[in-house]
């Protein structure tokens, strides 16, 4: 199912969530990973789930397995794909595989950059390559169309803090992405999710901005924030710095006042976290005149976002079954 179909069929004021995975390592990681997925299914009921690529295809075989695992538990499932570094041969049997196993949402991402581009910088003797087939993720938003028509729901990756080249990290600057973002949007994405963030402000205003272009690309596409619950004081140091996420005073504060015990740590994210959650939903102008959604990076875990979700109300109810009319009728009739 496509996720795009189900945004749109919740109320205009409705929340939702969805969770990001990743293929592990091991079968017996794996198997606990299953156990997890099949109580976050029953119990948190995230309206669809995500699972990582790595880069290259290097997870190609893992990441279809457990895209196929969420499937079976019920889950929407969107299947993130990489295009560079990796050969045609390995992207088309990942569409191929996809479509097979029943996905129908592909989050298209460039991953690392092109290694051709090393290879110029380095050459002194300077023999020209062609440009990569795959250079940037709107390649593979064009190539996904190309070759499957409107069979999955395509998504892109958004930085509300600007994207930072590794290697030119005061490059980071999310007026530099704008004309890409709006490239591949254009290009036949329906949805965004954000790289995470701790500074709302800067999230806010990026979704303004994007509301607010004139081109009109992003008037209602969904914009799905993402928010990396604090799991440690270590695991937090080192992906905002991984990531090149700003963490504003405030943040840093309260997690390095908590930094003794990873539990409070924990459960001071679990706080901001939730804070955040809520500041986005009261700024309701810039929804995109649809339902509000958030997206967890969880790092397979489970606990911290549990709590988010429960503490922000995005748990869904369960449905109660209906009582169709005609078995209203019948039961009257037999008495
Ligand atoms: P692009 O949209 O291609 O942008 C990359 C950079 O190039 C930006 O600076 C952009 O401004 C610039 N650019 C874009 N188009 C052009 C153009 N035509 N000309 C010049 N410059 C251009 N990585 C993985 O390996 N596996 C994953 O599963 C994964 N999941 C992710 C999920 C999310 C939600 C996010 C935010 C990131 C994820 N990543 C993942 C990381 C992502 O692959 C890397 O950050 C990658 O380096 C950039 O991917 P992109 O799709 O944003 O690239």
């Known amino acids: 199912e496509k996720i795009t179909a189900k945004i ?9 969530f969805s969770l990001e995975f990743f293929p592990p390592k091991t079968q017996a990681g794996l198997q606990n ?4 997925l099949e109580r976050m299914a029953k119990g948190l009921r995230p309206l669809f789930v995500s699972v990582t ?3 290259g295809g290097s997870t190609a075989t893992k990441s279809l397995e457990l895209a196929h695992l969420c499937l079976t538990l019920g889950l929407t499932t969107v299947l993130h794909l990489t295009c560079t570094n990796m050969s045609r041969a390995v992207l088309d049997d990942a569409l191929d595989n996809a479509k097979l196993i029943g996905v129908r949402n592909i989050l298209a991402l460039r991953g690392d950059e092109p290694r051709q581009h090393e290879y110029l910088d ?23 169309r190309k070759r499957h028509g409107d069979l999955f729901a395509v998504g892109v990756a958004a930085y509300p803090e600007g994207y930072a080249e590794s290697a030119y990290p005061e490059r980071q600057d999310p007026l530099q992405d704008l004309p ?3 490239e591949k949007t254009a290009a036949g994405a329906d949805f965004i999710m954000t790289q995470f963030f701790y500074d709302v402000d800067a999230y806010l205003s990026f979704e303004r901005r994007l ?30 710095k991984l990531c090149s ?7 840093s504060d309260r997690i390095e006042a908590a930094k003794a015990d990873d539990e409070v740590v924990k459960e001071q994210g679990i706080q901001i976290v939730s804070e955040i959650i809520e500041r986005i939903k009261a700024s309701t102008e ?46 009257v009739d037999d008495d």
């Open 211 to 240: 509301r607010g272009d004139a081109s009109g690309v992003f008037d209602t596409v969904p914009i799905i924030p993402g928010l990396m619950p604090v799991q440690s004081h270590q695991i937090f140091r080192r992906t905002t």
């Open 8 to 16: 749109k069929a919740l109320p205009k004021d409705a929340t939702y």
């Open 286 to 331: 810039t929804a995109g005149g649809g339902a509000r959604g958030f997206h967890f990076y969880t790092l397979n875990l489970e606990k911290a976002v549990a709590f988010i979700a429960e503490k922000c109300n995005l748990i869904p109810e369960i449905p109660t079954p209906a009582i169709a009319i005609e078995d209203e009728v019948a039961i």
């Open 33 to 36: 990973l299953h156990a997890r």
């Open 122 to 144: 380095r050459s002194s003797a300077a023999t020209p390559l062609p440009p990569p087939e795959f250079a940037h993720a709107v390649d593979l938003v064009k190539y996904i």
């Open 180 to 182: 890409y973002l709006r």
């Open 53 to 55: 690529w790595g880069a």
């Open 245 to 251: 996420v700003k963490v504003p005073q405030g943040v």
